[in-house]
C-alpha cells in the first residue's frame, strides 16, 4: 500500500535511509565520514520537517506495517527550468524488496498525484541507472554534490512525458 508518510513513520524512514544510502554508497566500507553524513542527513528530526514542510511530499510504501521503501519529493525544486517540473529528491527502496516494482508503483503514484513531469539525479555508479533508462527516463546531464568533502557524480534524468517540455524549451538542443 502506497500511502502519504506520517509524524509516526519518520524513525523507520530515518533507519531504511541510512540503510539504503550506506548500502549503496559505502562500496569500499564505512568511513567516519560516511557514518556521519548519514547521521545528519536521515534523522528522524530531519524527516519530521519533510513531513510538515510544505513544499515536500512523502509517500511510502508499507506491507504489514512495514515500510519498504519511500519516495520523498520538492516540489519547489526544478533542474535548469520550472518546465522540467518537480524533483523526486530519493526513491529509496530496501534492497530485500527490489525486483518487486515498488519503485515503477511509487514513481506511478507520484504521477497519479502530483502529474508527470519531474526530474531526479542518481548516483552515477549506482545501479537505479538501468532502472530510470528501461522506464524511458532520459539523462539529460549531470550535477555534483559535496558529501563530507566528497564529490559525488549524478546523472540527471527527466521523466518520460518531460523530454518533450525540455526539448522544447531547449529548442532541440539536448
Excluded at 504489514?64 to 529509496?92: C, D, H, K, M, W
Excluded at 497519479?112 to 542518481?122: A, E, I, K, M
Excluded at 528501461?134 to 549524478?154: A, P, Q, R
Aim: hydrophobic share 35%; charged share 20%; aromatic share 14%.
Amino acid at each position: 500500500m502506497i500511502r502519504q508518510a506520517t509524524s509516526s513513520d519518520c524513525i523507520n524512514l530515518a533507519a531504511l535511509s541510512i540503510k539504503v544510502w550506506l548500502d549503496n554508497y559505502a562500496i569500499v566500507g564505512i568511513r567516519r565520514e560516511f557514518s556521519q553524513y548519514v547521521f545528519d542527513a536521515f534523522s528522524e528530526k530531519k524527516f519530521i520537517e519533510h513531513v510538515n514542510d510544505p513544499n515536500c511530499r512523502l509517500l511510502v510504501c508499507e506491507e504489514r506495517g512495514a515500510i519498504q521503501g519511500y519516495a520523498l519529493l520538492n516540489l519547489t525544486s526544478y533542474y535548469v527550468s520550472p518546465a522540467n517540473g518537480y524533483e523526486v529528491q530519493r526513491l529509496y527502496i530496501d534492497g530485500r524488496f527490489k525486483h518487486q516494482g515498488i519503485g515503477l508503483a511509487l514513481l506511478t503514484e507520484i504521477e497519479q498525484r502530483f502529474g508527470p513531469t519531474y526530474w531526479l539525479y542518481s548516483w552515477v555508479e549506482n545501479a537505479a541507472n538501468g532502472f530510470y533508462q528501461h522506464l524511458g527516463f532520459h539523462k539529460v546531464g549531470t550535477i555534483s554534490i559535496d558529501i563530507s568533502g566528497h564529490t559525488v557524480e549524478n546523472n540527471v534524468y527527466l521523466s518520460p512525458r518531460t523530454i518533450s517540455i525540455y526539448s522544447d524549451a531547449n529548442n532541440g538542443k539536448n
